[in-house]
């Protein structure tokens, strides 16, 4: 089996790509994300890519780190400026432990949990991460209950072209996601990490972080769950 960072060193351009339409300032995404970020110093994104969310923490902490496996996608985002410095490591999400990173006012994921493992060992750790008062913050990528799979990875790959031109109208940004998403190296990843369904993703959250709020369709295929630490 590949390693999941071999992967994404291999996509990072055409991820980065993708990701700068998500994580634009008008972007549905975004503006829910800038909605939900908690009081504090401290803040983290796990699976931070190429620094678009790590830029947003930044105007808001005065201590912000980012981490993600893929030392190609941190290499692009070393090269972002911020209002503070971002600390990027590059290390896995069940390597962090509150006894070595210390704990965090605003924990943050976008479309990157689904990847890192199974939901019942990757949440507890996120959690654990979390500040008393803190705030943890997901959004991920989920599939409907019942819903098939596409039976050609094209006809997936053209509708998440479809997402991205509705919430940009850019075509050309639709097209670098339809590029991405048939890659050989994505369709591999794709074939090794299947969402879970919105039931699944309830399910996970809820006994992993009881009380977390669930929000489905933050836009298609995306839903997010936000919980606070007591």
């Given at each position: 089996m590949t390693k999941p960072e071999a992967y994404f060193d291999d996509l990072a351009e055409l991820y980065?790509?993708?990701?700068?339409?998500?994580d634009a300032a008008a972007s549905p995404v975004r503006s829910w994300l800038t909605s939900q970020l908690s009081k504090g110093t401290r803040a983290i994104d796990v699976?931070?890519?190429?620094?678009?969310?790590?830029?947003?923490?930044?105007?808001?902490?005065?201590?912000?780190?980012?981490?993600?496996i893929s030392q190609k996608m941190l290499d692009i985002a070393a090269t972002k400026p911020s209002r503070v410095p971002v600390r990027y490591e590059c290390r896995s999400a069940t390597d962090l432990s509150p006894e070595v990173d210390g704990r965090f006012d605003l924990v943050m994921s976008v479309n990157a949990v689904f990847h890192m493992g199974p939901a019942d060992v990757v949440l507890p750790k996120l959690r654990d991460?979390?500040?008393?008062?803190?705030?943890?913050?997901?959004?991920?990528?989920?599939q409907?209950?019942?819903?098939?799979?596409?039976?050609?990875?094209?006809?997936?790959?053209?509708?998440?072209?479809?997402?991205?031109?509705?919430?940009?109208?850019?075509?050309?940004?639709?097209?670098?996601?339809?590029?991405?998403?048939?890659?050989?190296?994505?369709?591999?990843?794709?074939?090794?990490?299947?969402?879970?369904?919105?039931?699944?993703?309830?399910?996970?959250?809820?006994?992993?972080?009881?009380?977390?709020?669930?929000?489905?369709?933050?836009?298609?295929?995306?839903?997010?769950?936000v919980w606070d630490a007591a």
């Open positions: 980065e790509r993708f990701t700068q339409i998500r699976g931070c890519g190429g620094g678009n969310n790590c830029g947003l923490l930044a105007d808001h902490y005065t201590e912000v780190v980012g981490v993600d991460l979390v500040a008393p008062g803190g705030r943890l913050v997901v959004i991920d990528v989920t409907p209950d019942g819903a098939a799979l596409p039976t050609e990875q094209s006809a997936y790959a053209f509708e998440t072209a479809k997402i991205i031109y509705d919430v940009s109208g850019d075509v050309e940004a639709a097209a670098d996601s339809m590029r991405m998403m048939l890659h050989p190296r994505w369709l591999e990843m794709s074939a090794e990490a299947m969402p879970l369904t919105d039931s699944e993703f309830a399910l996970q959250y809820e006994k992993a972080m009881p009380g977390v709020r669930i929000t489905k369709d933050i836009i298609p295929t995306m839903s997010a769950a």
